[in-house]
């Protein structure tokens, strides 16, 4: 495994484990449970289906969470090479990242997969608590990570 692709793969790690116990932990107050959260996940590729495959559904789950937390890590990465500013400035940067990353889920994604319509409005604390945990678990977190890596690796 190259070098920067054993850095993506252990920030997106980081990242996405941040990301999903902020939702694990959220979601508990509200009685959802991590079955749910990881079914909800895998729904968005199988439909209705990942509500009744137990345990597969919920691997599936698992395994998408984290594809989506090192296919963002892995865009910061490569535009940090190009962009210094992204280095520079890591925290401001990730908080731009990390907004436009929920933004693009939220409304473009999450939009064309197969998950199930909402039978009700997204309450303001779980709108909240989305935003905060993109801006802040990926965006801020890769963001970090990133120039923590790049800095080391100049030394």
Same mark, same amino acid.
Do not use: K
């Given at each position: 495994?190259?070098?920067?692709?054993?850095? @993506? @793969? *252990? &920030?997106?790690?980081? %990242?996405?484990?941040?990301?999903?116990?902020?939702?694990?932990?959220?979601?508990?107050?509200?009685? $959802?449970?991590?079955?749910?959260?990881?079914?909800?996940?895998?729904?968005?590729?199988?439909? %209705?289906?990942?509500?009744?495959?137990?345990?597969?559904?919920? %691997? =599936?789950?698992?395994? &998408?969470?984290?594809? &989506?937390?090192?296919?963002?890590? /892995?865009?910061?990465? #490569?535009?940090? *090479?190009?962009?210094? $500013? +992204? $280095?520079?400035?890591?925290?401001?940067?990730? +908080? @731009?990242?990390? /907004?436009?990353?929920? !933004?693009?889920?939220?409304?473009?994604?999450?939009? !064309?997969?197969?998950?199930?319509?909402?039978?009700?409005?997204?309450? =303001? #604390?779980? *709108?909240?608590?989305?935003? +905060?945990?993109?801006?802040?678990?990926?965006? @801020?977190?890769?963001?970090? =990570?990133?120039?923590?890596?790049?800095? !080391?690796? *100049?030394?």
């Amino acid at each position: 495994m190259t070098r920067a692709v054993s850095r @993506v @793969v *252990r &920030i997106g790690l980081i %990242a996405g484990t941040l990301d999903i116990t902020e939702n694990l932990v959220f979601n508990a107050f509200r009685h $959802i449970t991590p079955v749910q959260i990881f079914q909800y996940i895998a729904s968005g590729l199988t439909g %209705a289906w990942a509500f009744h495959a137990g345990m597969e559904s919920v %691997a =599936l789950g698992v395994a &998408i969470h984290y594809s &989506i937390a090192l296919f963002w890590t /892995a865009v910061y990465y #490569a535009a940090s *090479r190009s962009m210094v $500013i +992204l $280095i520079r400035r890591p925290v401001v940067c990730g +908080l @731009v990242y990390g /907004a436009v990353v929920y !933004l693009i889920m939220n409304f473009v994604v999450v939009p !064309l997969t197969r998950v199930p319509h909402a039978r009700a409005a997204m309450t =303001l #604390a779980s *709108r909240v608590s989305g935003v +905060l945990a993109l801006l802040f678990c990926i965006g @801020v977190t890769v963001a970090v =990570l990133v120039r923590r890596e790049t800095m !080391l690796s *100049r030394q």
